[in-house]
């Protein structure tokens, strides 16, 4: 099976910088993904990883680590609306051919004045 | 914009009860999937499709079935609803068998007494 670790909650202060971070174990890995979701609403993409490094897209960026199952979501000047959940999520290849995405349980991140 | 839409943003149902839950994607996603969202769970998969008529096991299909007969339509069905299967239900789709982006519906809040 699967395994997908983030922390729990983070709070942080408006225009600080935080990183949220994400372990897994599975096999047949084929790219981590990065979702935000508001209270009460669905789940939006924000970034996807494959290869190892750091993909930045304004203000959030997504590092990976394949060699150590990890990697991070860096969000910078923080701004209130940033408060929401960020699920961790992977792909993994199954032997038929098809990829099978498995989300960690989110990270709560409260923005603070 | 990708559109996904579910029947049903909120449904009370009785145990023993079948239930059908539909969500429509407008963008011809090869891709699509149902998930569940639990308080402390997160996302779990419970059934996905990657082409009409075809359907996979997630991680917790037990209880539940899916029906794919176009494109477009992705039914999940709960033969006999029991309370433990109170819950978010999310729908997601997505394009190509390399798929990267998951574009998920507003959610329906299942509620089985």
């Known amino acids: 099976g699967q395994n997908i670790d983030q922390p729990t909650e983070m709070t942080a202060t408006e225009g600080a910088i935080v990183q949220i971070n994400c372990t897994y174990q599975?096999?047949?890995?084929?790219?981590l993904f990065w979702y935000q979701q508001h209270a009460g609403e669905a789940p939006t993409f924000l970034s996807y990883?494959?290869?190892?490094g750091l993909e930045e897209k304004g203000r959030f960026s997504s590092f990976l680590s394949r060699s150590k199952g990890y990697s991070y979501l860096l969000l910078k000047e923080l701004q209130m609306k940033d408060s929401a959940s960020y699920l961790c999520?992977?792909?993994?290849?199954?032997?038929?051919?098809?990829?099978?995405?498995?989300f960690g349980r989110g990270t709560s991140l409260i923005v603070h004045p | 914009d990708v559109k996904v839409t579910q029947s049903s943003r909120y449904l009370v149902k009785r145990t023993g009860e079948k239930v059908f839950l539909e969500c429509v994607q407008d963008?011809?996603?090869?891709?699509m999937f149902w998930y569940r969202q639990d308080p402390g769970l997160g996302l779990r998969l419970i059934y996905f499709?990657?082409?009409?008529?075809?359907?996979e096991k997630g991680d917790i299909p037990e209880g539940y079935s899916v029906s794919r007969e176009k494109k477009e339509r992705f039914s999940l069905i709960l033969e006999s609803a029991s309370t433990n299967q109170t819950s978010m239900y999310l729908c997601?789709?997505?394009?190509?068998?390399?798929?990267?982006?998951?574009?998920f519906g507003p959610g329906t809040r299942l509620t089985v007494t």
């Open positions: 997601a789709s997505s394009s190509g068998s390399g798929w990267v982006e998951q574009y």
């Open positions: 599975t096999s047949g890995f084929n790219g």
């Open positions: 990883n494959v290869l190892d």
């Open positions: 999520a992977v792909r993994v290849s199954e032997s038929g051919g098809s990829y099978i995405p498995t």
């Open positions: 963008m011809d996603h090869e891709n």
């Open positions: 499709s990657y082409d009409v008529k075809m359907k």
